[in-house]
C-alpha cells in the first residue's frame, strides 16, 4: 500500500509480540465466562490456550476474530473450574488493540 508516497505495511501479530486484546468468551449455551477490556499478554509464551496462541497469529490492529476453541486446545478434560466445565467448547470473540513486536 502507498500513502502519501510513503510505504504503509500492516503490522500482524506473530509469536513473541506483546498483544492487548478486549475479548469475550463464552460456553456453546451462552454463558459468558469472561471477558475484559484490555488483556496484555506475549504470544507464543504459552501464557494462554493453545486456541489462543493458534487462532491470534496474523491479525492485525483492530481486527476482529471469532474462534471456536476445541477441548483439546482449551481446558480438556480438567475444565477450569468454577466457570468452565470439563471438555467444554470455548467461543470468543477478540479484538486486537495493540501489537508490540518482540
Do not use: Q
Not at 478486549?22 to 501464557?47: H, I, M, P, R, V
Not at 471469532?66 to 470468543?92: Q, S
Amino acid at each position: 500500500n502507498k500513502k502519501g508516497g510513503t510505504d504503509v505495511v500492516a503490522v500482524v501479530a506473530e509469536r513473541g509480540d506483546e498483544v492487548t486484546v478486549k475479548y469475550k468468551g463464552t460456553l456453546d449455551d451462552g454463558t459468558e465466562f469472561d471477558a475484559a477490556n484490555s488483556f496484555d499478554f506475549t504470544l507464543g509464551a504459552g501464557l494462554v490456550i493453545k486456541g489462543w496462541e493458534v487462532g491470534l497469529e496474523g491479525m492485525k490492529v483492530g481486527g476482529v476474530r471469532k474462534l471456536v476453541v476445541p477441548p483439546k486446545l482449551g481446558y480438556g478434560k480438567r475444565g477450569c473450574a468454577p466457570d468452565i466445565p470439563p471438555n467444554a467448547t470455548l467461543h470468543f470473540e477478540v479484538t486486537m488493540k495493540n501489537i508490540k513486536k518482540g
